[in-house]
C-alpha cells in the first residue's frame, strides 16, 4: 500500500492521518477537505469558539506538522467518486488522485427544516456557521433555539453569556427523551432555566416570515419575534460519496466491525459510519467515537485485525456544567441514581436484565463516568445499592468485582 486518500476535513480525517504515520506507514498520504479550512474540531464550535473565537487548538492537522510528516491536504477539494478497481479517487474537476485505500470521513451536515432557511437562520456545523452565529449575539438580541438536544443547550449557553435573551422550542413533552429518558431530560432542561432560558415544550414550529425585528418564527403556540434562529435538530450523514461509488448505505455507510466498507479496501469511520455495536448497528456523532474509530480504521489499512467495540462516551458543557454520557441503554433497562436529580451532582446507572451496566449519565460527576466505562467494557456487575450509596466507593468496587 503506497498511497492512502482519507476524504474529510474533520476528526476522522485527522486522527487517521496521524495513526498512519505513527504506526510507520511511510506512503502517501492525501487529505481532502471539501471546506476552505484546513482540518479543525467541531466540538468548540458551539463552546469556546462560538463565545470568544479562540481558534487556538482548533486545527487538527498544523501546516508545520503536516509538511514535516509529507502529508498533503487539500482543502475546498470534493471528491465525487470512489474507483476502487482503479485504485484512484475522482475528484469534482475530473482529476484522479491514486488510491491504494481510501476512507470515508464525510460526516453529517446539519438537518434543516422545510421553510426555516434564510439570513438570520443557522445551523451549526461548521466555521463558518459559528462565525455568522457569533456576529448576531450580544445584548437585546433574542435567540430562538429550535430543538432541545445538547447543541441546542450549548448554544444557549453562549447566547446567555453574551447577554442575549433564549427561547427553546422543543417538539416533544421532554428535552433530550430520546437521549437520555424523560426524568433526565426534565433535569437538564431545569438546568437550563434556571439560567434564563425559556424553554418551552410540545411546540411545532411551522415556518418563518419577516417582522419589526427581523424574524418571526411561527409556532404551534404563536408567533415568536427574533433576532436570530438556529436549527439544532439533528443531522444527517453525508452519504452522496458513498452512494456515487456504489458502498451499502443504511443509516450511513455500512462497515464491520474492522470499520470495512462492503468494497475492499474501502474503510468509513465518524459520523457518517454506521457499524456494529452491543447487538445492533449504530451511526454515533460523537467526537470520541469519530476519534477512536478512525484510530482503528487506520490500523486495519495497515494489516492488523483490530475491531471497533468501545463504549460510546460523549459529554456536554453548558451553562457552567459538565453533562457525561457512555455506553447505550436498552429501552428495556432500568435506571439507578446515584444522588438526586435536584442535587448539584448525580449519575444514572443503566442495568440490563443481568445486572451489567450498559450506559451511565452524570451531572459534574466525571470520576464515575469513568467507573461506569470500565464496567460497560469488562462486562462486569455491580451490586445496585452500591451503585446508589454516594458514600460508596465506586473505584473499589470496581476493584472487587475486576
Known amino acids: 500500500m503506497r498511497s492512502v486518500v482519507l476524504v474529510g476535513g474533520g476528526q476522522a480525517g485527522a486522527v487517521a492521518a496521524r495513526t498512519l504515520r505513527r504506526r510507520g506507514y511511510d506512503g502517501a498520504i492525501t487529505v481532502l477537505a471539501d471546506e476552505p479550512h484546513r482540518p479543525y474540531q467541531r466540538p468548540p464550535l458551539s463552546k469556546e469558539y462560538l463565545a470568544a473565537a479562540d481558534d487556538s487548538g482548533l486545527e487538527l492537522l498544523p501546516e508545520a506538522w503536516t509538511t514535516e510528516h509529507a502529508i498533503e491536504v487539500r482543502t475546498g477539494t470534493r471528491a465525487a467518486e470512489i474507483c476502487a478497481r482503479e485504485g484512484a479517487v475522482l475528484l469534482a474537476d475530473g482529476s484522479r488522485i491514486p488510491a491504494d485505500a481510501v476512507l470515508l470521513a464525510t460526516g453529517a451536515r446539519a438537518r434543516r427544516l422545510p421553510g426555516l432557511d434564510g439570513d438570520g437562520v443557522f445551523g451549526l456545523r461548521t466555521r463558518d456557521d459559528a462565525d455568522g452565529l457569533r456576529e448576531r449575539l450580544g445584548p437585546g438580541t433574542h435567540l430562538v433555539m429550535v430543538g432541545g438536544g445538547f447543541i441546542g443547550a450549548e448554544v444557549a449557553s453562549v447566547a446567555r453569556t453574551r447577554g442575549a435573551a433564549v427561547t427553546m422550542l422543543e417538539a416533544g413533552p421532554v428535552p433530550l427523551a430520546q437521549a437520555v429518558g424523560a426524568r433526565l431530560g426534565e433535569a437538564c432542561a431545569r438546568i437550563a432555566r434556571a439560567n434564563g432560558v425559556d424553554v418551552r415544550v410540545n411546540t411545532r414550529v411551522d415556518g418563518l416570515r419577516t417582522g ?163 464496567l460497560i467494557s469488562m462486562r462486569l456487575g455491580v451490586p445496585e445499592h452500591v451503585l446508589a450509596d454516594r458514600d460508596a466507593d465506586l473505584f473499589e468496587a470496581l476493584e472487587e468485582v475486576g
Open 212 to 374: 419589526t425585528r427581523g424574524l418571526v418564527v411561527r409556532t404551534s403556540d404563536g408567533d415568536l419575534e427574533a433576532d436570530v434562529v438556529v436549527v439544532g435538530v439533528g443531522a444527517e450523514p453525508n452519504v452522496e460519496l458513498a452512494v456515487a461509488s456504489g458502498l451499502e448505505v443504511g443509516h450511513g455507510v455500512l462497515v464491520d466491525q474492522y470499520c470495512r466498507t462492503s468494497t475492499e479496501h474501502v474503510y468509513a469511520a465518524g459520523d457518517v459510519a454506521e457499524h456494529p455495536h452491543g447487538g445492533r448497528r449504530v451511526r454515533v456523532e460523537h467526537v470520541d467515537n469519530a476519534t477512536r474509530q478512525a484510530a482503528v480504521a487506520a490500523r486495519n489499512m495497515l494489516g492488523e485485525q483490530t475491531p471497533y467495540d468501545d463504549p460510546h462516551w460523549f459529554y456536554s458543557d453548558q451553562f457552567g456544567r459538565n453533562l457525561q454520557h457512555v455506553g447505550h441503554a436498552g429501552t428495556h433497562d432500568r435506571m439507578v441514581v446515584r444522588g438526586d436529580l435536584e442535587d448539584e451532582s448525580w449519575t444514572a446507572f443503566f442495568l440490563d436484565d443481568a445486572g451489567l451496566v450498559t450506559a451511565a449519565f452524570a451531572l459534574d460527576a466525571g470520576e464515575e463516568i469513568a467507573v461506569a466505562r470500565e
